[in-house]
Each structure stands twice: as C-alpha cells, then as structure tokens.
C-alpha cells in the first residue's frame, strides 16, 4: 500500500500525504471526492458538458447543494469568458473538472482553467480518468485541490481502485466540516488513515481488494520505468498518427480543434452514409478489433477509438484504420445495412 501510495503521487506529481486509491472504480472515486467536500446547501459549479459532468451534478443534487451546470456544447471546451463570468454570477464553494472527457473526446485547457480559479474561495475537483498517464497533469503545480483516476484506463491494471488525492487546502475543509459524510465507506479521512496518510495508528476500515493493489502497483511501477514524460510524447504521437490517416479518409473529427482532442480518445463523427452499429460490429467479426459508439450526449453521433497504455502504439494506429478502411469501402456499412 506504501508503495503505491508513492506511485500514485508520481503519477498524479504531487506531494500531498493524503494520497491513497479507494476500493471503487472510477465512480466511486468520483462520488469520494464530492461527497468528501461538498456540504447540503453549498454551491456547485460543474464546468463539464459530457455524461461526467451530469453524473457528478447528480451527485451533487443528491447531497443537497446547489448545483449549477455551464451551458458548453459537447465538442467544445470551458472558455475562460464564460467561467469568468459563472464564477462571479454563482460564487461556488466547489468546481468540478474533468480533465479528459471520454465521453466527447474533449481535453480541458486544465492549466488556464485553475490558474483563473487560483486564490479563488473554491475547491477545485479534476477528474483524470480518461486523462492521466496520456496528457500532462501537474496536480501540485496546477493547484489543483483534488484529483482522481481509474486503475483500467491508461494505466491497464484491472478495474477496481481508483487513484486520489486531497491537497493540504482540502484536508482542511474535511476536517471542518459542520456535519459528517454522509457514507462511511467513502469517507476520506477514514480511509486515509486506513492507508497510513494521517500520524495516527492505521485502523481497519474495509477489507481493501489486495490482489488489485498488487495490480495496481505493477501498473504504477510500469509507468514509472517508461517515465510520464515518455508516455505523455507516445500517446500524443499516436494519436496525431491516428486522427491523421482518418481525415486522409476523409473521416470528420467530432472534436475541431486538435490542442482541445483527448489523446487517448478519440471521437470521430458517423458519416451520413453509415451505419453506426454496423461498422462496430464489422471490426469486431472480421478483424477482432473494438471501437465503441458515442456515450451520452454523442450518442448515435461518433464513434470512439481508444488508444490507452500497451494498447497505444503506431502498430495499433495502422491496424485500426485499415480495417476501419477496409469495413467502410467494402460496403459493410452502408446504411441499408
């Protein structure tokens, strides 16, 4: 568990001591840290368009604050204007930001967004689930107050824990709030001091999913032997090579902008001449290979090429697009299908 601990502050580059990873897959850690920090009738900005930006206002409704969602269309990303002017209208106790939207493909400008919300009276949430390892996160120098991943998406352990961490700004409000979190289970003192984060003797708390933490640590310590800068350059490199060849197939990126596209996701719209299921299904019968459709708002929409940890390597590029190529000239797809 220690060192674990060490590889998920590599990962996340921080130093906070309340660094741990909760027995949950991404959405636990996601409802974790809400839960943790907001308080019945505090104020909630969620700045994210896509289905984790619903999800974590639905968390937020559930608790009882007040919550208040950005109007930004789902291929776009915050606009610092219209933050600017959120930030002044709602005055929230808690911002919420997912760094990586795998749902729409998008990638935050992460480091404007909390530079603005810097000094600011705020908490400032990232989720890094689709995010961390293929993208610069700088958790520490970013300020960000509280960060969280999954154990299955870049990093390729099985699903089940999911890295986070609380900064010293965060600590301190847990320690202060007026009436308990509301579960137990997720409750982030309780369990950091489970993983030896706090000066007190380690209480047992929950039987934790110890051969995943053997996984986890492998993962982390694979990531560490290839350097994050070294995995940063490889998943932006696949990527370009990957969104490239599919406008040489005259395909349309959902997400315009390149600096705004996710690396490890990429969202590609659904021609009008095309079946949206059938070209799945195709890749999958004739090549054994898995895109997803769209999630959420781009449902029936794009689909969704991942290229994540192992799986990222120009070898994998050329093997997709070619059967994606092969699926779509051979009239697999046509929309009579």
């Not at 600011?120 to 120098?141: E, H, Q, R, T, Y």
Request: aromatic fraction near 8%; charged fraction near 20%; charge should be positive.
């Amino acid at each position: 568990m220690d060192d674990v601990k060490i590889g998920i502050q590599y990962a996340f580059q921080t130093k906070n001591r309340m660094t741990f990873a909760v027995s949950g897959t991404g959405h636990c850690a996601m409802e974790t840290a809400i839960c943790n920090i907001l308080e019945p009738g505090e104020k909630f900005l969620v700045t994210s368009p896509g289905i984790w930006g619903n999800r974590a206002l639905e968390i937020g409704s559930r608790i009882g604050a007040k919550c208040y969602q950005m109007n930004i269309s789902s291929e776009d990303v915050v606009q610092l204007s219209d933050l600017k002017k959120a930030i002044e209208t709602f005055k929230p106790h808690v911002v919420f930001i997912c760094h990586g939207d795998s749902s729409t493909g998008t990638l935050q400008p992460l480091p404007d967004i909390t530079s603005f919300l810097k000094g600011l009276n705020c908490i400032i949430i990232v989720d890094s689930v689709a995010s961390l390892g293929a993208a610069p996160l700088f958790m520490d120098k970013w300020d960000i107050d509280i960060l969280y991943s999954g154990s299955q998406k870049i990093l390729n352990a099985p699903p089940g824990l999911s890295p986070i961490s609380f900064s010293p700004k965060a600590v301190k409000k847990l320690k202060s709030r007026k009436i308990p979190v509301t579960s137990f289970y997720m409750d982030a003192l309780l369990i950091g001091n489970y993983w030896g984060c706090d000066d007190e003797p380690r209480k047992y708390h929950h039987t934790a999913p110890i051969n995943l933490v053997y996984a986890l640590r492998e993962a982390l310590a694979i990531l560490a032997a290839e350097t994050l800068e070294k995995c940063w350059e490889r998943h932006k490199t696949c990527a370009k090579k990957l969104w490239k060849n599919l406008e040489d197939m005259d395909l349309v990126l959902y997400v315009p902008k390149e600096v705004h596209r996710l690396p490890s996701v990429t969202t590609v719209n659904i021609p009008i001449n095309c079946n949206g299921t059938a070209l799945p299904l195709c890749l999958r019968k004739r090549f054994a290979i898995d895109i997803a459709g769209g999630l959420g708002q781009t449902a029936g929409k794009v689909w969704r090429i991942g290229l994540m940890g192992c799986n990222c390597s120009a070898e994998n590029v050329s093997k997709v697009t070619d059967a994606l190529r092969e699926c779509l000239d051979g009239n697999f797809v046509k929309s009579s299908l």
